[in-house]
């Protein structure tokens, strides 16, 4: 079993920041792609970012382009979520995920909620007008 761990989120004002970390105590997520998914009241759980195990790839929602940054440090077996210039609308609760079958994401390929197989508890993020 695994276990995903998220944190960082809060509450933040228009065009701040928050980073997001995405842990996984006692198991190495090297070798599989993660993802950040958010929903939001009322939404569906939609496809935010995803990072490849080891080429760097990585996908982009368009409506956080330039704004949100993902890495990962598979030595602390730990994916960051790097949110800038927030805006209300990114208010959501926040989840990372692991696709244990795939190692790769791609930049234009939305991440499908049904191909990840570990998820975490999810963390709040809200963003205040």
């Known amino acids: 079993q695994v276990q995903l761990v998220e944190s960082g989120g809060g509450l933040v004002q228009a065009g701040g920041s928050l980073r997001l970390s995405c842990a996984a105590p006692?198991?190495?997520?090297?070798?599989?792609?993660i993802g950040w998914f958010r929903q939001a009241p009322g939404k569906e759980r939609e496809g935010v970012s995803c990072?490849?195990?080891?080429?760097?790839?990585?996908y982009y929602a368009d409506s956080v382009k330039g704004r949100f940054t993902i890495s990962r440090d598979n030595a602390k077996s730990t994916v960051y979520l790097q949110m800038n210039s927030l805006k209300p609308e990114d208010t959501a609760v926040y989840y990372c995920?692991?696709?244990?079958?795939?190692?790769?994401?791609?930049?234009?390929?939305?991440?499908?909620?049904?191909?990840?197989?570990?998820w975490g508890q999810g963390t709040q993020v809200t963003v205040s007008s």
């Open positions: 990072i490849s195990s080891s080429t760097g790839s990585t």
């Open positions: 006692g198991f190495t997520l090297d070798g599989y792609a």
């Open positions: 995920a692991a696709n244990l079958m795939r190692s790769m994401c791609y930049p234009s390929v939305t991440p499908n909620i049904y191909e990840y197989d570990y």
